[in-house]
């Protein structure tokens, strides 16, 4: 393969030119983020090509957190990086105002579910159309490691030694709160996500896609299955590269297909955490149901 | 509704006063006394091709606006003590960010829930210093339904204008109460508005610090963020370019507090000639303190008026000036004592008497007149 090229689509240039800038990310090394960020550019980048989705018509916002800066500032589009836990509350304004803008919401684990939850559930209700790509890393990155609604029970965060609360399962509160797409991966399955996203990002209502990330710098031992029966040599792998080895406790394995796509399981103490599209459904939407109101002329 | 002459409540005026002005966007959580500003809203948005939405709560309500007007919509909330405490985080975002919105507190007696919905006047400094870190707000102090109406125009004039948010500082009393409104014909109030940004500009990479305001959706690949940024949007925490951008939001209201002088919007005054005392008062609470003044100038009392129609910026020069050779000021306000700070700050040698009024009630015209009487005897 050559130095420029990878297995998913086009040289990296490409994709570097036309859709990113203020480059390098401040990432840590191993972070899930670049990959968020990669396969993002490569729906949009199909979409486009496709003729779906117009490149000056695309909108990310953002709360804060690591996960908020996937892209700001480096998607090469309108971006709008909002308070904690609100983007979505900014990103419904914005679309309502603009029907024409494809509205992508950036979010983390804190800042979608637990400061902003209420807007999360709500938007779904509403189904307001907009993406929401929710980066669960199982911790609060940015403020250092301290314990997210999605934390897995009895971990040491840098707030409880032994993390009391037992996780949320979003893609479960999304169908609940009746989203009218709900998907969830992991960083591992770049290419479910790259087809996931094409797919909510023309959905006509509020999508909503979980992707479980590895953040390596506050999160690795939460992924304690692999650790264990580590050799000496392995060990210090794991120590080196903590995001690579992140990674391998993302991969699942296949159960089967649904909505056309398949369904991976991965096991997260001992719990297994399903994988796949689980919800794709047409209704109206709120914008839909304000235009009509429009037709309903009284005295003006 | 159409031109002509009604008899409508303080918040029907003020939801009047955006349509007028070409709000077509807004968002809010139902709380009484903003309710009829509410419910006006969300009844004519939709015969203007507008859009009104309930949010889940008064934050979301905030938020909603801001990104409403980066996609070029004109866009108000309206909300009360409760809401405006919860929309002050966002609020300091529309700051940072240079969008315009416009925001209307019908205040009520707090703190907290308060006496939930009796009128009261305890967020003006709110409205000053209520968001974290450094702002310059334009508020205006309307008291009666026509400024209800006026001054919402005048507010989204301002947030044009300037590129910032604007502040309504209505009371419960002016919402809840019934007068005479006159709508203008379409154009002759005038209404200013916004300057697109196009890439013919000087600086055409440069969206902040500037009057224009630009867009989403029109391919200029905007950076809007609230963390500390070059004026093209990037963040960037270099104390140069925060320090420009601080600056730059109280420059524009420096600039905002000069126009609102020169268009008679800062302040009003009557019975000022050789007048020895001053009532100082704004919003419901000049009603009394007008009425307690024209009593005293029966009984020949030489007490001037002077009403504050803007309250932020402060009208300090024009204030002072009018001041300078006055003995004794009162200042009539429905709370414990705030803008009385401000008025003290400029009183050069004169007593400045704060006559406050708590727990829900306008003041009684008759208990201003005895202090004014009281004191011009002793
Ligand atoms: C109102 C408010 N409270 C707290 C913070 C501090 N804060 C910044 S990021 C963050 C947590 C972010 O966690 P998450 O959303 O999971 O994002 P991650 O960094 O893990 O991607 C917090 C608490 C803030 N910026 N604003
Ligand atoms: S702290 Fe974690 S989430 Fe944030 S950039 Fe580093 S690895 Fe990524
Ligand atoms: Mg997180």
Known sequence: MNKSENNLGKPQEYYRERYLRNLPTAFCAGCGNGTILNCFVRAVDDLIKDKQLQHQNILSVSGIGCSAWIPSPHFKGDTLHTTHGRAIAFATGAKIMNPKLQVTVFTGDGDGAAIGGNHLIHAARRNIPMTVILVNNLNYGMTGGQSAPTTPLHVQTSTYPKHPETPFDLSQLMLGAGASYVARWTTYYVNEIVATLKEAMIHPGFSFIEIISQCPTYAAQFLTEFQTGLTPEEQEQFRRQPGAWMLKALKGKKTGVTNGHPRYQITLQEKPIDLGVFKQEKRPTLIDYLQELWNNKGDA | ?????????????????????????????????????????????????????????????????????????????????????????????????????????????????????????????????????????????????????????????????????????????????????????????????????????????????????????????????????????????????????????????????????????????????????????????????????????????????????????????????????????????????????????????????????????????KEILKAVMEADAA
Not at chain 2, 140 to 148: A, D, G, H, K, L
């Open chain 2, 1 to 365: 509704m159409k031109a002509g002459l009604y008899f409508v409540d303080g918040g029907v005026a003020c939801a009047e006063g955006a349509i007028y002005a070409g709000c077509r966007f807004f968002a809010g959580y139902p709380i009484t006394p903003a309710t009829s500003i509410v419910e006006q809203m969300a009844l004519r948005l939709p015969q203007v091709k507008g859009y009104f939405v309930q949010m889940e709560d008064e934050l979301a309500s905030m938020a909603a606006i801001i990104g409403a007007s980066w996609s070029g919509g004109k866009t108000m909330t309206a909300t009360s003590g409760p809401g405006f405490s919860l929309m002050q985080e966002n609020l300091g975002y529309a700051y940072l960010t240079e969008t315009p919105v416009v925001v209307v507190d019908a205040q009520r007696s707090g703190p907290s829930t308060g006496q939930a919905t009796m009128p009261g006047q305890q967020d003006v400094m709110q409205a000053r210093y209520g968001t974290h870190g450094d702002i310059a707000p334009i508020a205006f102090s309307p008291w009666s339904v026509q400024e209800m109406f006026d001054f919402t125009i005048h507010a989204f004039n301002y947030a044009e204008k300037f590129r910032t948010p604007t502040l309504v500082m209505a009371d419960g009393e002016i919402c809840y109460m019934r007068e005479p409104l006159t709508i203008p014909k379409p154009g002759a109030f005038p209404v200013l508005n916004r300057k697109r940004f196009t890439k013919s500009h000087p600086r055409p990479e440069e969206i902040f610090l500037r009057y224009e305001m630009p867009r989403f959706g029109d391919g200029h690949n905007l950076l809007v963020t609230g963390s500390a940024h070059r004026p093209n949007g990037v963040r960037d925490y270099t104390p140069t370019f925060h320090r420009a951008t601080i600056e730059w939001i109280f420059k524009k209201s420096q600039q905002a507090g000069q126009a609102l002088y020169e268009e008679k919007l800062d302040l009003e005054v009557s019975y000022l000639d050789s007048a020895e005392s001053i009532v100082v008062s704004f919003g419901a609470a000049a009603r009394p303190a007008y009425h307690a003044v024209q009593t005293a100038q029966k009984n020949g009392v030489n007490v001037g008026f002077v009403r504050l129609k803007t309250l932020w910026p402060f009208p300090e020069a024009h204030l002072r000036a009018l001041l300078k050779d006055i003995q004794r000021i009162f200042v009539v306000e429905m709370n414990m004592g705030m803008m009385v700070h401000e008025v003290a700050r400029i009183a050069c040698q004169a007593d400045v008497i704060s006559i406050p009024k708590v727990a829900g009630e306008v003041h009684d015209a």
